[in-house]
């Protein structure tokens, strides 16, 4: 289990302020947000490579804070792999074996294990210049898992990474993470990557943790505007609540079905929940409201729609074949709809 | 650039006048002497000892150097600190302070009049007037060019490399001694050979601190004051061969190979 208390960074420019984490043992724990949010900083701490201002980071109950690096038993893996270019993939694997007493037969029983595992049997004699990004990364995930650490730290594994490869070693994470004992605390700034490979997760923003739980919590119930919008819920607007409805701009009265605790906040929606459509439904959308369709935006498979409904825009998205078949284009009025439980409140 | 433009042309023809003022010099004062004079020079008994006395003195300031430079030279290249710039100020004042006052603060430390001066004469190290004070004087010269290689050299490796030899377990010696030092290996080298280049072209600083015994550059001023240009240019085109073979050597050294990294 790793701990973290009110852990603070002394560094010259930006710094982590009031971390406060609890991230349980084997558990495949994912740290996101933004670019710039201090996130490998956070994991940079943890390992030991910078400086610590104050409070404490206990790994099992041992408060491993003025620890230096190789007596942490913390592994990283850096989103550039950070490989030690003038060692071969074999000398790379088998670096840490210098400085751990591992029994022989075992190192060598784990050495083979991996080796099998992350498919590198015939990669030992090269040297990494000569590697693909995936299989430069499977080295990397390799050489920090072959001295059996406790924790491991991966920064951003995937960003960098081709599509292709990206998803063979999401999968690889996964697998390696439920076949070791091994905690893993990843570092991402993609939320759909977070939700695919974690149980539980943090969001981080300018160096403060803004939320911590399950990532079904985050994604669903995002506790402030930032994480709203970090997570994909592209329609939030500020509210005012009244009973179980919610004020919108001058006029736009949304029925909530629940009454939320406080007076005034935000609700937001995801783009995907917003249905749109011609003629009036008969569903159980108890929000239906006509607009006009002011852009649309291609995304691949998707559109996303923007919609003028009185002074507000909402963002839905719609397939290219409901597309055709609405007939929409811009300036034409169409209808909108969204449950209400579709509709999160904050 | 386009080739019809004027200023295409004004670039051009300045490196033309910049290449032919540093070759034209070079290159008449190594074919002014006849090969018989190169290969009595390169008999005199004094000339070879010169030479053997550059290249020893040098050599060994650089080995020194190197010694010593390394841990300052990654200390600056891997931490910030106060005064910081000041320090790297002071590493570069060998370089802007005119030769000859070298070799005079370096005697006004190490002379009799100095505490440092009078506790080295007890222990039997002597500076004026010996190959001691010879290497010395090279060292003060010759530091901020290894300096400067070495650390442009940790500079260009990434801090991460370290980190994750850290966290598989190694301190900090063996880090440095299994990844940063391989890794810089190579401009460490050139650093050497910079600072060893440097050292075998100071004439000011030593003549200051030592006439004899007699280096190279010293003894081409003797033989050009004494006997005029024509018995200076032989051993001058010996110095000049052996300088040519050290800024090859540098070349050949910074080229990075095709199967290395």
Known sequence: MITIEDLETRLSGFNLREINLSIEEGEFFILMGPTGAGKTILLEALAGLIPIKCGRVLIGGRDVTRLPPEKRGIGIVYQDYALFPHLTVMENIKYGLHFHKLNRKEAEKGLGELIEELDLAHLGNRLPLNLSGGELQRVALARALMVNPRVLLLDEPLSALDPGFREDIRHELKRLHRSSTVTFLMVTHDFAEALSLADRGAVISSGRIEQIGTMEDIFKRPSTEFIADFVGMKNIFAAEFRGSRAILGEDLHVELGRRPLNSHGYIAIRPEDIVIHKKALASSMRNSFGGVVKGLFDQGFYYEVHLQVGKLTFKSLITKKSLFELKIHEGVEILLSFKSAAIHTF | ?261
């Open chain 2, 1 to 261: 650039m386009r080739r019809s433009e004027l200023f295409f042309w004004i670039t051009v023809s300045c490196g033309i006048v910049i290449m032919a003022f540093i070759l034209l010099p070079l290159i008449e004062m190594m074919t002014a002497p006849s090969v018989t004079m190169l290969q009595g020079a390169i008999q005199d008994r004094n000339v070879m000892h010169s030479i053997w006395l550059s290249i020893y003195t040098a050599g060994s300031a650089a080995l020194i150097a190197f010694v010593f430079g390394t841990p300052l030279a990654y200390l600056l290249a891997r931490s910030d600190f106060r005064g910081k710039r000041l320090v790297e100020g002071i590493i570069d004042l060998p370089i802007v302070i005119p030769h000859p006052v070298v070799g005079i603060a370096i005697l006004s430390v190490a002379g009799k009049n100095h505490w440092i001066g009078r506790a080295l004469g007890e222990v039997g190290v002597r500076i004026m007037g010996s190959v001691t004070g010879i290497i010395t004087v090279l060292i003060f010269v010759g530091m901020p060019f290894y300096l400067h290689a070495a650390k442009d050299g940790f500079e260009s490796i990434s801090p991460r490399l370290e980190g994750v030899s850290r966290s598989l377990g190694a301190s900090m010696f063996s880090t440095f001694f299994r990844i940063t030092f391989p890794l810089a290996w190579r401009s460490m080298l050139v650093g050497i050979i910079m600072c060893s280049a440097r050292a075998i072209s100071e004439f000011g600083a030593v003549v200051v601190v030592a006439y004899h015994p007699m280096i190279a550059p010293v003894l081409i001023y003797e033989r050009f004051e004494g006997y005029g240009l024509k018995y200076s240019q032989p051993v001058a085109v010996w110095l000049v061969l052996i300088c040519l073979g050290l800024f090859l050597i540098l070349r050949f050294l910074t080229l990075p190979k095709k199967k290395e990294i």
